[in-house]
């Protein structure tokens, strides 16, 4: 039963217009049970656009005038929560089985790609960073680059000067900060900012995933962490083949930890562990040739 809200605040009516518009500029589903909380992130941009009542701000952002509060109505919407190292055992793989296994190649001149798709404020990509030259400090002299997009162009923005209060760098080591990060002085809290050893390794642009990839090259590891639950089935299954056509055939895709392929056999993946997807083609070459040494 959707939920019922004061006069002056959500209406169904309003909040089915809101939904409808965000499910088709960025692929968010909005539930009825969420009215309250989306009532709650909307109202300062009732109160930045000048709108009292929200029937007249979903009149204005589905008409051609409000084309440009799209984006800002989109922003308040989705959900900016990252860490640094989140979901740690993906970094291990990362360190421990994608490395290790490209290290030659990219000693030979080849390239390593990472795509953060949905990199929030920037804390993945910089992590994926940080894990990557720990285990290899040569790839510093090589040819490695992290592409990190995100819908939010406020994010992006923040997430591409690399500064973050001390309050958002707790899973950062002592000796990673130390590393790869400086303090700031002029702050009116502590705060670092992020070392060009890692900052220059990264690519921060705004990207609605549903629109066209303007990516050349396959990435060699893709993190789309914790963005894909908010998009319903029918998106979820037609964002599959497109990362998989965005890898290359031994290319490695990491979720967030409630995410699933629900039959990664038929888009293109071979399930390797909690929330960690590999290209079939290259697993279908490994079970070959480890079939060949029974």
Known sequence: MVEKMESAGLDEASFKSIAELAYKESGLQLVAEKMSMIQSR?????????????????????????????????????????????????????????????????????RFRVWSAGCSNGQEAYSIVMATLDRYP?????D????????????????????????????????????????????????????????????????????DWPMKRQMDVIFCRNVIIYFDAVTQNSLWPRFKNQLKPDGYLFLG???????????????????????KKAHEELAREENKCL
Do not use: W
């Open 42 to 110: 909307l109202r300062h941009r009732l109160k930045a656009v000048g709108i009292d009542t929200f029937p007249s701000y979903a009149q204005f952002v589905c008409s051609e005038s409000g084309v440009s509060e799209r984006r800002e109505m989109i922003s308040a919407l989705t959900t900016n929560v990252s860490h640094f190292f989140r979901e740690q055992h993906h970094f291990d793989i990362l360190q421990d089985k994608i490395l290790p296994a490209k290290i030659d190649y990219l000693r030979q001149g080849g």
């Open 138 to 142: 040569e790839i510093a002299e090589l």
């Open 144 to 211: 490695f680059r992290v592409l990190a997009t995100d819908i939010d162009q406020k994010v992006v923005d923040f997430a591409s000067k690399g500064v973050y209060p001390q309050r958002l760098l707790s899973g950062v080591s002592p000796d990673r900060l130390k590393k790869y990060f400086t303090e700031c002085k002029n702050d009116s809290e502590p705060s670092f900012q992020a070392k060009s050893s890692i900052k220059s390794r990264v690519t921060f642009k705004e990207l609605n995933l549903l629109s």
């Open 257 to 279: 930890h409630s995410e699933r392929i629900s039959d990664p056999d038929l888009a293109g993946f071979a399930n390797q562990g909690p929330t960690t997807y590999r290209h």
